[in-house]
């Protein structure tokens, strides 16, 4: 069983950055597909952005351009890093991670991290 724990998360006001972070509890990167994903009050859980085996990435419009994820092996962590953060990206952020083996699809998700933007 692979154990995501977010963390990084807080208040930040309106035009600033945070970074957040998912440590996993085994490296599973080489196979896996490591996505965020971000749930506001009174809305649908959505994608933020995915980084796959091989390092391809791929955002929502929504955050094209503002929002970057990476990921460091050796550490097992993947991040996400959020610049010019506006009201409109306040929303709990869960880590989530995708594999197959075999015929099996595994996936796991985080405990989520709170992120405030104030106006």
């Known amino acids: 069983q692979v154990q995501l724990v977010e963390s990084g998360g807080g208040l930040v006001q309106a035009g600033g950055s945070l970074r957040l972070s998912c440590a996993a509890s085994?490296?599973?990167?080489?196979?896996?597909?490591m996505s965020w994903y971000r749930q506001a009050p009174g809305k649908q859980r959505e994608l933020v952005g995915t980084?796959?085996?091989?390092?391809?990435?791929n955002y929502a419009d929504s955050v094209k351009g503002r929002f970057t994820i990476s990921r460091d092996s050796a550490k097992n962590t993947v991040s996400l890093q959020m610049n010019s953060l506006t009201p409109e990206d306040t929303a709990v952020y869960y880590c989530?991670?995708?594999?197959?083996?075999?015929?099996?699809?595994?996936?796991?998700w985080g405990q989520g991290t709170q992120v405030t933007v104030s106006s």
């Open positions: 989530n991670a995708v594999y197959r083996e075999g015929v099996v699809t595994y996936m796991y």
């Open positions: 085994e490296s599973i990167f080489s196979r896996a597909a």
């Open positions: 980084i796959i085996s091989g390092g391809r990435t």
